[in-house]
């Protein structure tokens, strides 16, 4: 077999994949109605369970072919009953994402923003759920991918619990990274796609959540066909299958990826991300660039660096040179601040960190770049 040329992808996913993931895609032709398929994905989604720590009994997985985005749309349009609210905690652009979502569909909803570069405020969380008894759905993303933010989802979760509502999180940058327990967490729905923490391919996405919610739902407004989570699931229980098309090939891959990520440990898994985390930071800290968020809050899975002030400056270039160089790195705006996020998703290393940092060092030096 020729081998695959390995990048190291400092971007926020989809990650670094190792080769056995990449080549389970290489598989016959199948169709995806056979009964040999659908056994597949049986024992897909009972590993997603055990990933998020949910139990079989009163969770389960529901796939979706799509890219992340497809479980906040599914998640927003599913769940909010007829006649009430939903509160987005909001500190971010993948919590406005969710704003986006429920105007797209003209679901009410309050939108309850903050400081992008700190966590929500809870006293906030609750006195909206104090004044909103309407509010049936509360909202807020574990990791705001975009700064790098960790947010206190068991907290926020607590909060809507009290308040009779179910919390969802938006967990596609933390889970199988930061480890879950989505009934100690107050999680009642929880989402991911499987080019993130499990390092498998994009593609498939997947809601894990509470089934006596899931049924409930069947009641409530339909708002679209194609990602409507209660048909999923009911066609999911009645045949084993996903409604339409599977991502087969996928699919495949993810579940390589279950059995490595089962393979390497959520503790150890969990160890590795952070070790590459503070790699990063510290080779940012030692080169003199400015990060942005103060690291207390941070997840450990992103850093945003500030660009430097030097008129040689140009990401486009800096980045072009570390991508022929076998290092992916990714632009991103924080309010007005330009940045650029060194994330520690996939199957990398320490290494590989500081690998990259002698590539980063050469390319300023190409370029003549001082901080
Ligand atoms: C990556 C990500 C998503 C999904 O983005 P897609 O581009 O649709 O895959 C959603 N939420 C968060 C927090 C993410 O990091």
Same mark, same amino acid.
């Given at each position: 077999?020729?081998? &695959? ?5 400092? %971007? ?14 290489? @598989?016959? !032709? ?40 497809? %479980? &906040? ?12 609210? &939903?509160?987005?905690? %909001? ?5 406005? #994402? ?61 909060? *809507? ?5 179910? /919390? ?12 879950? !327990?989505?009934?100690?967490?107050? @999680?009642?729905? $929880? ?22 919610? &899931?049924? *409930? ?18 066609? /999911? ?17 993810? =579940? ?24 990063? #930071? ?6 003199? /660039? ?6 207390? =809050? ?23 040179? $570390? ?29 590989? =960190? ?14 003549? =770049?001082?901080?």
């Amino acid at each position: 077999m020729e081998t &695959i040329k390995r990048n190291v992808l400092l %971007n926020p996913g989809p990650a670094t994949t190792t080769d056995t993931v990449k080549m389970a895609q290489v @598989v016959p !032709d199948i169709c995806p109605r056979e009964k040999e398929f659908a056994g597949l994905m049986k024992g897909l989604r009972s590993d997603l369970l055990k990933v998020a720590h949910a139990p079989e009994d009163e969770y389960t997985s529901v796939l979706f072919c799509g890219s992340g985005t497809i %479980n &906040i749309d599914v998640c927003i349009n599913s769940l909010v009953p007829e006649g009430k609210k &939903i509160l987005v905690v %909001n500190n971010g652009a993948y919590n406005s #994402r969710a704003v986006e979502v429920c105007q797209m569909y003209h679901i009410p909803y309050i939108d309850l923003k903050s400081s992008v570069y700190e966590q929500p405020d809870l006293k906030a969380v609750e006195q909206t759920l104090k004044e909103n008894p309407d509010v049936a759905v509360v909202y807020c993303c574990h990791h705001e991918t975009g700064t790098g933010v960790l947010n206190p989802i068991r907290e926020i979760g607590a909060l *809507a619990h009290q308040h009779g509502a179910i /919390f969802i999180s938006d967990t596609t940058s933390t889970l199988g990274m930061i480890p879950l !327990d989505v009934v100690k967490d107050n @999680v009642d729905f $929880c989402m991911a796609s499987a080019q993130k923490g499990l390092m498998a391919m994009s593609g498939l996405s997947f809601v894990i959540g509470r089934k006596s919610v &899931i049924e *409930a739902s069947k009641h409530y407004p339909t708002r679209s066909y194609y990602c409507n989570l209660y048909l999923q699931y009911e066609y /999911f229980e009645k045949t084993g299958e996903m409604h339409f098309t599977p991502p087969v090939q996928t699919i495949y891959a993810t =579940i390589q990826a279950l059995k490595e990520y089962f393979a390497e440990g959520e503790q150890a898994k969990f160890a590795r991300h952070r070790r590459v985390y503070e790699a990063i #930071r510290k080779g940012v800290t030692d080169m003199g /660039f400015q990060t942005v968020i103060d690291p207390k =809050i941070e997840s450990g899975l992103v850093v945003s660096v500030k660009y430097p002030d030097d008129p040689n400056w140009s990401f486009e270039r800096v980045h072009d040179y $570390c991508y022929d160089h076998g290092f992916t790195i990714y632009p991103g705006k924080i309010s007005t601040t330009n940045t650029f996020r060194l994330c520690a998703l996939g199957a990398i290393d320490v290494k590989d =960190i500081e690998d990259f940092f002698v590539v980063l060092h050469d390319a300023l030096n190409h370029y003549n =770049i001082r901080l």
